[in-house]
């Protein structure tokens, strides 16, 4: 392993080890999802498979995003942030890292939650390879999308409030509950521009063997593409952030 | 004392707004020196650390790190630093051995050295015993220590110490510069910026003063001591007292600088004995009353006050500190 990706690795592992059992993350990133997924299960137990796309995605996306503030913002509250940076590592390295963390959290709970749609939903998965590969860069974009969040705020409360301003508008505008092409024009082009929309896309491909909007691919493709302009811009904001304040 | 510029900073300027934090520095550290920055709070001295160790730009100006330039090769000039931030700023769910693995991991310290160089430091600084409770459950005293010791584990040349002493009480202060001696003897080199007038003069061997983002002089505490030797002080105590009449008194023959503390006025000249009667004079002329009058013997401290203006006090005054981990 080259140093940079040891030295993110390092990072990652820190931060899942201080931080899984934070309020937040709990609250946010655990609790809301299972909810979720319990609240839809019981309203309709025979529908649950029809939308567990959309409940993966929106797991990854609270619980990611959940973590991604709290490796950011708790740090940046007493400067322990400062210690990466005055670290020999590249700041496009420990931004990588905190994403790494924040990707691999969203990633497990992904799991947990298909685990939990296997064995009591009965769930199967059509096409694995692309479900996982869809997963990890789910949760990549998702990760960098937290970190672009987190980077302008202090404390933990304002990453989580500024959070929910994007996240409750993508549950209802990507495809999680509704089909996208069933929505007015409008919302269509706003969720076509979310990267939710490709990730609940290619799920739905990858687990129900349904034809999506676009081939599952492409929307992989596309968020590849999600992964590197959130992580590019969340760095550019993160290094404009640094020079800001004493 | 100095040997050779281990840190070089040359114009250095970085300013935040309409606030000018660091106005044109330039100075040298020699190598093994132990160098210190003196200044009130809000002087320019934690901008200056942030800039050598590569967390701010500057706006203008370069500087050098065991020859490194820090803008040019940030990580080259990083790997041979330690950094003691002001806030003792480890991670409070970490263990004290695991906070130190953590820090050389990220130095990358090679992994068959991470638990024996962990738990070396942690004797060093007597805190073995307490080697897996986690940081958040520490004094502050622990903490600070804990933070001094996570800069050295990957055996830096250079090591920065922001305000070490800042919210200690006295024996652990006395203790952590005991840790800093100690640390020049092995050869390292250490910056280290202060508010304190006394640790300044304990420990370092040259010591550069700045106020509002300059530097007002660079020089030995011995040297310092001495341009305020041949200087005589008098404080009187006058009613009422303002700064409009400082600078009357400072426009005196023989006074070379007047200023205000607390409700005295203290006056610094090289011949303040031959112009007694014209100050007095000169007080009664304004309106003010003579409450009380005295001769000061000069210290470090009046070195400092003609030098910069600061009032003493307000190097008294400690910064709000953070402490502890996250959550």
Redesign the interface.
């Known amino acids: 392993m080259g ?1 940079g990706l ?2 993110a690795y ?2 990652a592992r ?1 931060d899942l ?3 899984y059992l ?1 309020p937040p993350l709990i609250s946010w990133g655990l609790m809301l999802p299972i909810v979720f997924i319990l609240a839809f299960y019981l309203r309709n137990p025979q529908g649950i498979s029809e939308i567990s796309p959309g409940l993966v995605g929106m797991t990854m996306l609270f619980s990611t995003t959940s973590m991604a503030a709290i490796v950011i913002s ?2 940046k ?4 942030l ?9 700041i496009r390295t420990v931004l990588f890292g905190k994403g790494l963390g924040a990707a691999v959290f969203g990633f497990v709970m992904a799991l947990i939650a298909l685990v939990f749609m296997v064995f009591l939903f009965g769930l199967s998965f059509s096409h694995p390879f692309s479900l996982l590969v869809s997963l990890i860069l789910s949760c990549f974009a998702f990760g960098f999308l937290g970190i672009l969040i987190s980077v302008g705020v202090k404390e933990i409360f304002e990453a989580m409030t500024l959070s929910n301003f994007f996240r409750l508008p993508m549950v209802f505008l990507c495809g999680v509950f509704y089909p996208i092409l069933s929505m007015p024009l409008v919302l269509q082009v706003v969720g076509f521009c979310l990267p939710l929309t490709y990730s609940v896309d290619a799920l739905r491909q990858s687990l129900l063997s349904e034809g999506g909007v676009i081939h599952r691919w492409l929307d992989i493709l596309i968020l590849a593409g999600f992964c590197l302009v959130l992580f590019e811009v969340s760095l550019a904001v993160f290094r404009k952030r ?5 | 004392m100095e040997k050779k510029g281990i840190i070089q900073a040359q114009d250095l300027c970085k300013r935040f707004g309409e606030v000018q934090a660091v106005d044109h520095l330039s100075f040298s550290v020699g190598e093994g020196e132990i160098f210190g920055f003196l200044g009130p709070n809000g002087a320019g001295k934690t901008t200056t650390i942030r800039v050598l160790v590569g967390l701010l730009k500057p706006d203008f100006g370069s500087a050098l790190v065991n020859g490194y330039d820090v803008l040019k090769e940030p990580v080259k000039a990083k790997e041979s630093v330690g950094v003691v931030p002001e806030s003792s700023n480890l991670y409070g769910e970490l263990s004290a051995i695991e906070n130190l693995i953590y820090m050389a991991q990220l130095y990358d310290v090679p992994k068959k050295d991470w638990e024996a160089r962990g738990e070396d430091l942690l004797r060093e600084f007597n805190l073995f015993d307490r080697r897996n409770g986690k940081f958040q459950g520490f004094s502050r005293g622990m903490k600070r220590r804990l933070t001094i010791a996570a800069a050295l584990v990957h055996r830096p040349r250079i090591l920065f110490l922001d305000e070490p002493t800042t919210g200690l009480d006295v024996m652990s202060a006395r203790g952590l510069r005991g840790v800093v001696k100690n640390l020049k003897k092995k050869g390292v080199t250490i910056f280290l910026t202060t508010h304190l007038i006394q640790e300044a003069e304990d420990l370092c061997d040259r010591v550069a003063i700045i106020v509002k983002g300059k530097i007002r002089v660079i020089d030995t505490p011995e040297a310092l001591k001495e341009s305020v030797k041949e200087t005589e002080v008098l404080e009187v105590r006058p009613k009422p007292i303002s700064q409009a009449l400082a600078g009357k008194m400072e426009a005196l023959p023989g006074v070379d600088k007047a200023i205000l503390v607390e409700d005295k006025l203290r006056l610094f000249g090289k011949s303040l004995h031959g112009s007694v009667l014209q100050i007095l004079n000169q007080l009664r002329t304004e309106g003010a009353d003579i409450l009380s009058i005295q001769t000061l013997t000069p210290t470090l401290e009046d070195a400092f006050v003609k030098l910069t203006g600061v009032d003493a006090e307000v190097m008294r005054v400690d910064k709000p500190i953070k402490m502890g981990g996250p959550g």
């Open positions: 140093k040891r030295q390092y990072i820190k080890k201080a931080y934070k708790f740090e509250r007493i400067d322990a400062d210690r990466l940076l005055m670290a020999p590592i590249q640094t020079q800001e304040s004493n």
